[in-house]
């Protein structure tokens, strides 16, 4: 299997089934319970996944790596689910919200890329920023 292809469709259609979900959950479910059924799905998985795909330096030594990315990436994924479900609560429409918070995350990406990690600044990346900016602009006229 070509991992380089395979993460990319992934990539794609995770965040497309993510949007369309969010957009749907009833307004009337307390966010707090729809999230905690769904983390307890996807924690259902986790292990699923491990049971078939054991790591290979064992789960102790797997747990004994881990820092505290671990615990910011999980503070950072209830900020994107709760984001996400007050935006689409509030009104937001699927066609304008998601790619609203996509294209200034996309700038924000960028000069923290830049900034941080001392990623190479380009014509490309920066043609890209000013089509993001010009695609919100349009987006939210």
């Given amino acids: 299997m070509n991992w380089f292809y395979f993460s990319f469709v992934l ?48 789960l102790r030594q797997s747990f004994r790596q881990l820092n505290w990315t671990s615990l910011l990436l999980g503070v950072s994924i209830i900020l994107v689910e709760i984001g996400y479900m007050m935006l689409y609560r509030s009104g937001w429409s699927l066609t304008s919200g998601s790619l609203a918070c996509t294209a200034v995350g996309t700038v924000l990406l960028v000069t923290l890329g830049v900034t941080l990690f001392h990623e190479p600044v380009t014509f490309q990346k920066l043609a890209g920023v000013v089509l993001c900016l010009g695609g919100l602009f349009l987006i939210n006229r």
């Fill in 11 to 58: 990539a794609v259609i995770g965040p497309v089934l993510y949007q369309v979900i969010q957009k749907v959950t009833p307004a009337t479910v307390d966010p707090f319970v729809s999230l905690s059924v769904s983390y307890i799905t996807a924690l259902m998985i986790c292990i699923i996944g491990l049971i078939v795909h054991p790591p290979a330096q064992g």
